[in-house]
Every structure is written in C-alpha cells, then in structure tokens.
C-alpha cells in the first residue's frame, strides 16, 4: 500500500461493489489482508473490509461443497465436509501450507484474488473442478480455471463450489520446497476417478513453473481409459517432461523443473497404487 | 479513524491510520509483550490470539480487529499469575533468551483450547510459525505436553467435584 486513507466496511455485498465501482482501481477488496501488508500497491488508497458481508462459511448440499470467500485455510481444514471431498486433500493441505498463525488469516477469496504464481491452494482447487461464484451487477458462476485466464475486474469472489460430481474422486497435491513451509519450486495437483482400476477421468494442474496455475488436458487425455499401473503411469511420467511449460528463475532452472515434474508423476503413482517406485 | 479492540478483556480504544497493522498499534498503546521481528510473518514472534485463533500482528491490519477481541500473552497470565502452560514453559526449561515466547504460548494456548490430547505432531503442527533462535523446540514441545497433562487432569477433578 502507498497510502492508504480509507477503511471501509462494506455493509452487505451491494454496498461493496457500490463503493468499489465508485473508487474503481483506487479500491481493493480484502480478504486476509497479508498480501496488501506485504506488497504494497501505491494505487489503492481504500481498503474494502468484507467480512461484514456473510462470506465466512461452509455449507453442504446436493449440488456439492460451497465455500465462502472469507473462509480461512484453518477453517476449511476443519470442516467435515472438507474433509470428505475427494480424499480430504484439500483439508489436509490447508491445515499445512503457510504458517499456524497466516492460516487463520489467509482467505479461499484471497488467494484466488490475488492468484500469486507460488499459491499452492489456487491449482488445487483448479484440479478439484472448483466453480467460482461472482457478485457484480449480475451474479455469474464460472469454472475457476476459466476466471484466473480471464478475471472480472471489481466483481466480488463470493464463494468456490466444489462440485458433488467430483466429491468421490481421489485429490492429490504434491509440493516441492526446500523446507516445508516454503513456496512451491514446482506444485503438482490432481482429481482422478477410477471404476474398476481404470482410469474414467483426470485433471491435472501444475503451477510454480514458475507461472501461475495451468490445466494440462493433454496429460489428462494420456491416463484417462488406461488402467492404474506401472505402465501407464511411466509413460505419463515420460511425456509431462516435455509437455508441461517450465521456466528458470532465481529458485531453479527449467531443466530442473522439467526433472520435478516427472518427479511429481512418480509420487502421484505411489499415491495412488500403494507402490514405491 | 477510531476503533474498538477488546485487549485482555480490556475494551479499548485507539485512533489507527487504516493501514496501521496491528503490531505497531499495540506496541504503541503500552503492550510490549507483543514482540516484532522480521515483520513478514515469518518468525512468529508476534503472534497475539485474534478471537482465540493465533494471527501473526505484524501482517494484521488493525483495523480488521474493530469489534474483536485480541489477548496477548499478557492475558493468558502473567507473573503473579501465570498460566498451567506458562508454568509449563518455565519447569521445562523451554525459556532461553525469551524473545520468542510471547508468540510461542500463544500459539500453545490456542491449540490446547481446542485439543488438550495433543500429539507431538499436532504441536509442530500449531507452532511451526514460532520459530526460536535458541533452538529451544524440544523443550517447548515437551512443556505443551506437560501443560496438556496437568489441565486434562484439572478437567478430570473438576468433573469429579460435579
């Protein structure tokens, strides 16, 4: 923040999106706020309080697993319902990702908001088939994956819906740090379904490339139909290499990353077959 | 801008610049147990209980925290009253230079609230922000573990008393 001289707590979702069309970029929504402490935008000079606004929740039915968009990280790794969803990855790993004291300040809202290339909770949620819930002029519902490409400038994140089809699949996530707290030098996040040891979907996501969360549906379309073996999963391992979009940075070369991702393949397999390779 | 900040069971009022986090407020205001260090939430030095839950203030905007209830280590228990879990720290030898642990009990306080059966995973688990430059962690473990046995059986007279 450069100077901030306004606070704002929005009264309801309309009073947000009034005030934040009003301001235009000069306003920012806030979630956990961490980010607008630790990187500072010059820009912004009103701060939108939301958590007035009844976003801070976790509620269950048919359609699937809706998640307000103040919801923190400890909550949601908490709640039974998390818990249940796809193996309960996502509950175990936003009880582990960060620090004890960020997680109960870091925001679903906020981290999808702000989308920082090294956030390890944005592509889980992408591999997880996550629909977000927009609050705007209209109400508008979109897959997640779809809004990261393509972000509603001042509309509200109201809630993620993680989608009953997908709540009998099996979530993995897989982080490479140098300490256990630190970001990701490369993530690798996955929803598989299987009947009967075959493969009958996938979504896999990969980020810190170090460019934000992707979808690789040509990784998807090499497992999809083949059994849940060595074989298939060594042929995967041999083409994500090539095919998922990795860069050099500071933190680790492209060939690097290249190794990390079929590194990340072979711990999905022992995931999911039991069997170390 | 005015708000309201319910400390130790304190209500208080403080004028805040709205983009003042709550570490700075705090320690302006007199409550020097509250600790900074790397102002990054890194370290956890800082960590007070927001509504029971650990935060690290340095990354806390105080004026998230109008209306809520902050307590320090301060309002856990001091030295005329010290807490099971302070008592805890000082009996196993958890204390070195002390720097780190106003945030280390908080974090302590807040996972035993809610779990007082505590594995020693479940203590690395609620502390990993507390980092301790003495490198005192096993004794801190150790005190939590101590803590959590002395207040289950504290629970188990209270119900016996019933």
Redesign the interface.
Known sequence: ?G?????Y?AQSLEDAFAKARELGPAAAY?GG??E???RRNAEITT?I?L?QCGLNYIRSDPSGVEIGSQTTL?KLSRSADVQRFAGGSLAYWA??IA????R??ITVGGVIGRNQPWNDVVPHLIALGARVQLFGETEQSMLLADYIEAKRSGMIIKSVLLPQENAGGTGFLWRFTRT??DISTLHFSALVATDAGIVTSASLVFAGRPGHAALYPQLSAEIVGKALSHDSFSKLAELAPSVVEVGSDLRATEEYRRELVHAAIVYWEEHMTGVAQ | ?ITKIVINNVERAFEI???E?LLDVLRREGYLEVKGSCH???C?AC?IL?DG????S????A??A?GHAVTTVRGIGDQAHPSVLQEAFVKNGAVQCGYCIP?AIA?AKALLDENLNPTEEDIR??????YCRCTGYEQQVEAVLDAAEKLREAAKDEETKK
Do not use: F, W
Not at chain 1, 99 to 102: D, G, I, L, R, S
Not at chain 2, 58 to 61: I, V
């Open positions: 923040m100077r901030v001289t306004e606070y707590h806030l706020g961490i607008l402490v630790l701060l309080d958590s400890a009880g582990h620090h004890n004291n960020v109960d300040m256990e707290q | 801008m610049e709205p983009d986090v990054t939430g890194d956890g960590t927001l839950r650990p935060v690290a340095c990354l806390t905007l004026a998230k109008d945030g974090s688990l609620a502390m990993d922000s507390n």
